[in-house]
């Protein structure tokens, strides 16, 4: 009997907005802060000019967006919006300085103006279109129809290292929602599970939070047990209830991999040769004080031309002309894909390509145009597919196959080697202790803290949660910002303990507690009670996405 041939195939791009909690009110100018600020500048604020661009030109577009916990808290503090403007009137003066520096290099001097425009442009955005508050921007694009906005688990723990403690889990889970409904006034309908990283009982905390999807790698699904009848191709049903769509590696690849992606043509900016690296101290104030301060500026003048020091100039209109042929060989390659799918389906083919959202202008500068002209190319034009959200998905098709899938992640070889690793493994005896000390206390307190003693526990569960970012392990295992991540995690597990032995003694010491809520006020009420077994608070009505 012939297969019934499809309508359309559905593609669903996911973005995945999220860094780690770095704020440091004890430092006048802190290096790992420009980390939110550069993904500000090349990332957010880029997105949410196209997305403003798409609807003013009547472009109907569909996407998923996840922005962690931690992002929006970091999005909406007052602290760091300030030095976040005073970061871009640096780059300004920066960017004048340069733009007078190369008047006789012409090729320089027309980037140096161009960073300059681009300098101004964020800053007018970012004030005056935005009024500093992204969350509440990004939320407008939900609001329209354009966005699925999807809920992270709260620190962007690595939450199979956490299976021996399910309340820790849960608090992860639970916590993520309790902050999404803070921030965008409805329950999420999906999540984004950290590093994609599933083990069973996950989905569990996410059907008590009211999780209907979430994503993980294609692995973790084709070794589901039974094996899926669609391969990757199709969600399917968690015998707990959350769907699980599963992460197809083509699409994924052409764009993310810089060896064998787009990224990593010869046309495209160099992310590494920045100006604050190279050129003398004296040309880089005031950005860059010393040589032990040296840092990135957002200025770059060479373009990728292989691995020799020596590199060409950056040519935008080179770049622009490289994108174009990319943005139609990647829709070209999505309608071969589905053609083939929906000969071989007798349901309709669903494409999930998720990525870490600051690929597009943080590390990859043309990404988001890049993005902007896929989106184009598929509404203006017709194709085997339609841009979609795994939740529209699954509400189409509410019947679907029940595959419990295996234990995988994103990561370097689908497993926990990133996160568990000789660099990295010691920190997870102090995690376990500290959570372990954490549901003692909430078992103890749950229904009889007092004011102070409440006050105590929630720093606790703040601590500890931060301390349980998958982050830390990750830079450890890469070297990246080895030392400051290794400081962050035995300080957070220092502060836990100092105010476990208050609360367990009875001494507790105001000074300190105030202390460790002004280093860190993340979450303004973290449900300790999680910690206990506490069930979670009834859903809110979820509002159209």
């Known amino acids: 009997m012939p297969i019934e041939r499809m309508e359309k195939g559905q593609l669903a791009l996911i973005l995945h907005a999220h860094l780690p909690y770095v704020r440091h009110p004890e430092h006048d100018d802190f290096l790992e802060e420009d980390w939110l600020f550069e993904a500000i500048t090349e990332t957010y604020l880029p997105l949410l000019e196209m997305f403003e661009r798409l609807v003013e030109d009547g472009i109907v577009f569909r996407l998923t967006m996840s922005l962690t916990p931690t992002l929006c808290v970091m999005l909406r503090d007052e602290l760091l919006i300030s030095r976040y403007l005073r970061y871009l009137d640096r780059r300004i003066e920066l960017a004048r300085h340069e733009a007078d520096r190369t008047r006789h290099e012409p090729l320089a001097h027309d980037l140096a103006c161009f960073y300059l425009q681009r300098f101004e442009n964020c800053r007018r955005q970012f004030v005056d279109r935005w009024n500093s508050d992204l969350v509440t921007a990004f939320n407008s694009f939900r609001q329209l129809g354009c966005l699925e906005l999807i ?26 929602r309790d902050i999404y409904r803070e921030m965008f006034g409805i329950d999420p309908a999906g999540m984004w599970v950290p590093e994609c990283a599933y083990t069973r009982g996950v989905e569990e905390a996410m059907q008590e939070a009211n999780i209907r999807w979430f994503v993980i790698d294609s692995h973790g699904l084709m070794f589901g047990h039974p ?14 209830g959350p769907a699980a769509f599963a992460r197809d590696r083509d699409s994924s690849k052409q ?21 604050g690296m190279e050129l003398p101290i004296e040309s880089l104030a005031p950005v860059v004080r010393d040589e032990e301060h040296r840092r990135f500026t957002g200025i770059k003048y060479c373009r990728i031309t292989g691995r020799s020091p020596q590199k060409e100039v950056y040519r935008r209109a080179w770049a622009l002309g490289a994108l174009d ?12 894909q589905f053609g083939k799918l929906k000969q071989a389906m007798n349901l309709e083919p669903i494409i999930v390509s998720p990525f870490d959202a600051e690929l597009f202008g943080h590390w990859w500068y043309e990404g988001p145009e890049f993005l902007n002209l896929v989106l184009r190319k598929v509404a203006c034009d017709p194709h085997e597919f339609r841009l979609g959200t795994p939740g529209e998905y699954l509400a189409r098709h509410q019947t679907l196959q029940i595959v419990a899938p295996t234990a995988s992640s994103w ?3 689908g497993y926990w080697e990133v996160w568990l690793d ?15 000390r954490m549901e003692e206390m909430a078992a103890k307190y749950a229904n009889t803290a007092t004011d102070e003693q409440d006050r105590v526990l929630r720093q606790m569960c703040r601590e500890l949660l931060l301390a349980q970012a998958s982050d830390w392990a990750f830079l450890m295992k890469t070297g990246t910002a080895r030392e400051y991540a290794t400081k962050r995690t035995r300080e957070h597990i220092l502060r836990f303990t100092r105010l476990y032995e208050q609360l367990q003694a009875g001494r507790i010491d105001p000074d300190f507690i105030a202390g460790c809520e002004w280093r860190n006020p993340l979450f303004a009420k973290p449900e300790w009670r999680y910690y206990a077994g506490h069930r979670s608070p009834s859903p809110q009505k979820t509002a159209p996405t």
Request: glycine share 6%.
């Open 151 to 176: 809920a992270c688990a709260a620190t962007h723990g690595f939450l199979p290292l956490m299976d021996q403690f399910p309340n820790s889990v849960r608090a992860q889970v639970l916590i993520g």
């Open 227 to 240: 094996r899926p009848r669609f391969a990757i191709y199709a969600p399917t049903y968690t015998p707990s």
């Open 422 to 436: 000789e660099v990295n493994a010691w920190i997870y005896p102090h995690l376990h202790m500290a959570t372990r």
């Open 255 to 275: 764009i993310w991999s810089a060896e064998e992606g787009y990224p990593g043509d010869p046309a495209y900016r160099d992310f590494y040769r920045d100006i």
């Open 325 to 336: 042929a990319h943005a139609n060989d990647f829709v070209r390659a999505r309608d071969e």
């Open 411 to 413: 990561g370097h070889k």
